[in-house]
């Protein structure tokens, strides 16, 4: 096995011999075991044990035989012990959950302190089946049949391609002490229920099932990457980004067929679930949306606009007579002038002595409206933001600078005539949009 062990990392894991890793070690066969193939290599990695706590003196146990693995292996080592019961209590999710996230979490916090760029950990090949199994079981796409993956950003499995039972030969083979945990035997737990009970069935109607598996694996890993390479050019063609939003035509998702699972893989990662309402959006009246917990997903005349979710601002920030500068939530510039110079959407000039200070810098509120400059006749806010072919979220996002109740300025694109400079006029207001 360590034969394969090297001849696999020089293949599939060169990044391992070019750094320090942290291999993530439980004190069981597996991980154990990885930590002897990768001290054979002499491959340069630290060790992390978590103790959860959840087993009294056992859980102790298993802490010191991996401190002393680490000693008997030169090896640094980075000890932690949780309150795992706590975790869950207050963070309202079950064991195997605050588990993880108990421990990658400390991963992390030791790969940033030590400038670490790559957790090891030891899944195995029938780790990856016993995860197929679980998503097959409770419905899954393409990529909850694909196992687990060897590689991501930052962690590594480099014993993926091995058996539980030739990893635990080679431990009995080269006197490997190991411990047992034996809550891996309760088999109320959906993964070790199908461990002990479903696997060895398919073993038995198949020798050669677990093989048989791996290269079912690799075919499906091969047909998700060419799926994977179609929706991002198919995304690149379609969604079309302005600032933080995200637009995309109707009618060409309407042509794609199978549209419901273009739309999955389109937005999944905006955390969407509800994949009826998403498509029932394509066809809905303008206005419609739906979300997820991080975006908004918005049906605006015939295009889908995407955002991040964001409080609704109903803050107001004043601005007192003689203030040269505000600075929130946009940034505009005042000062006093003798006369009109240059003028834009951006730059304003108000009559002074028709304001009432201080003035308001707020978004637009039912009933608003203002006098367009140059129009004379009143118009409602609503309407001219309807007028002007804004999307909902573009409205949300303006602002507005009004005097007391008044619209003085649509602020970046219309102003109101009721504060314009006349022949009367003794005191000039400049404000620009920066």
Not at 78 to 94: C, E, I, Q
Not at 210 to 235: C, M, P, W, Y
Not at 332 to 339: A, C, E, G, P
Not at 344 to 364: A, F, M, N, W
Request: charged share 25%; net charge positive.
């Amino acid at each position: 096995m360590l034969e394969n062990f090297r001849n696999h990392i020089d293949l599939h894991f060169p990044h391992l011999k070019e750094g320090k890793f942290l291999l993530a070690c439980s004190g069981g066969v597996d991980s154990v075991v990885l930590a002897h193939l990768s001290a054979s290599y002499e491959l340069d990695f630290s060790i992390a044990h978590c103790n959860f706590k959840l087993r009294g003196s056992e859980s102790d146990k298993d802490e010191d035989l991996v401190r002393k693995l680490a000693k008997d292996l030169g090896k640094e080592i980075f000890v932690t012990s949780f309150d795992t019961y706590g975790y869950m209590a207050k963070h309202k999710t079950n064991l195997q959950i605050a588990a993880r996230e108990l421990r990658y979490n400390w991963f992390l916090q030791i790969m940033t302190t030590h400038h670490i760029n790559t957790l090891v950990t030891a899944h195995h090949a029938d780790d990856s089946l016993e995860t197929f199994l679980i998503n097959l079981s409770r419905g899954t796409g393409i990529e909850g049949l694909t196992g687990i993956p060897s590689h991501t950003a930052s962690i590594s499995r480099p014993l993926l391609q091995f058996f539980r039972k030739e990893i635990k030969t080679y431990a009995e083979a080269n006197d490997i002490i190991w411990r047992e945990d034996a809550s891996n035997e309760n088999t109320k737990y959906l993964r070790n229920n199908i461990r002990h009970n479903i696997i060895p069935k398919l073993k038995e109607l198949n020798p050669s099932f677990l093989n048989n598996f791996l290269k079912t694996q690799e075919f499906l890993g091969q047909t998700q990457e060419i799926a994977n390479n179609h929706i991002s050019a198919l995304r690149e063609q379609l969604f079309k980004k302005e600032g933080q939003v995200e637009k995309v035509a109707v009618a060409p998702l309407l042509a794609l067929n199978p549209t419901k699972a273009y739309l999955f893989h389109f937005f999944r990662e905006y955390g969407f679930t509800q994949w009826d309402d998403i498509y029932g959006l394509l066809k809905a009246n303008s206005g419609k949306e739906v979300h997820s917990n991080t975006h908004r997903l918005l049906k605006d005349r015939d295009i889908l606009l995407l955002k991040p979710i964001a409080q609704n601002s109903t803050e107001v920030f004043t601005i007192e007579e003689g203030q040269a500068l505000v600075s929130e939530p946009i940034s505009l510039k005042f000062s006093k002038v003798k006369t009109i110079g240059e003028t834009s959407l951006k730059i304003i000039y108000l009559d002074k002595e028709t304001l009432k200070y201080p003035l308001i810098v707020r978004k637009c509120q039912k009933g608003d409206y203002f006098y367009p400059l140059g129009m004379g006749g009143k118009k409602k806010v609503s309407k001219y933001f309807k007028d002007e072919k804004m999307d909902i979220f573009a409205k949300e996002k303006q602002w507005l600078l009004c005097s007391g109740n008044n619209v003085v300025w649509i602020i970046g694109k219309r102003a109101d005539d009721r504060f314009k400079i006349t022949d009367r006029t003794k005191e000039i207001i400049k404000i620009i949009l920066e």
